[in-house]
């Protein structure tokens, strides 16, 4: 998962994901109800194997292996929070969102100018548009590059080119992006 994949799954969140795997596990048994069966069922293991991970007894319990360790936590990712995502999500779509992003951006210029590329932190707003731009790319499978470009065209309008006023003609593009944060509300 990109950047700006995590950074909007991050955003959308409002409460931290369970960490530690008997947290995770406990989350999924909430879930389901307490059904060992149905959470096993999901993970794709027996009943008996799920029952192994959540005893109190000691000696009895058995750790998950890398396989499942990584299955239970994207169950739990899926899980978490679906009414808050979608009205966060809708939210963002209405009213927009902040971009917090360190990246070298570049110019056609003369070397030795102002406009010669470097690295600039920017925090902007970005419009409802570029969210929902987003979330449909990134609900078709679009890479982190193309969710670049979509970011990259949305920040030159709104900060460079101060949206519409000034710098035609302007190219952006992103080259180095070390950080990348959003932030919705």
Known sequence: ??????????????????????????????????STRRVASMLGVSQRTVQRWVTRKPGARRPPGTAQVRAIEEAVLER????????????????G????????????????????????????????????????????????????VILARALGHAYFRDSGQRAHGLHIAFADVEFADFSIG
């Open 1 to 34: 998962m990109g950047e700006i994949a995590q950074g909007l799954k991050q955003a959308l969140r409002t409460r931290p994901v369970p960490r530690g795997i008997e947290a995770r596990l406990r989350f999924l048994l909430t879930v389901h109800h307490g």
């Open 80 to 95: 978490w929070q679906p009414r808050v995502r979608a009205r966060r999500r809708a939210l963002a779509e209405a009213e």
């Open 97 to 148: 969102f902040v971009l917090h992003i360190r990246a070298r951006f570049g110019f056609a210029a003369p070397a030795g100018s102002s406009d010669d590329p470097r690295v600039r932190w920017i925090t902007q707003y970005l419009p409802g548009e570029v969210a929902r731009e987003l979330f449909v790319a990134q609900d078709a499978g679009a890479g982190e590059q193309q969710q670049m």
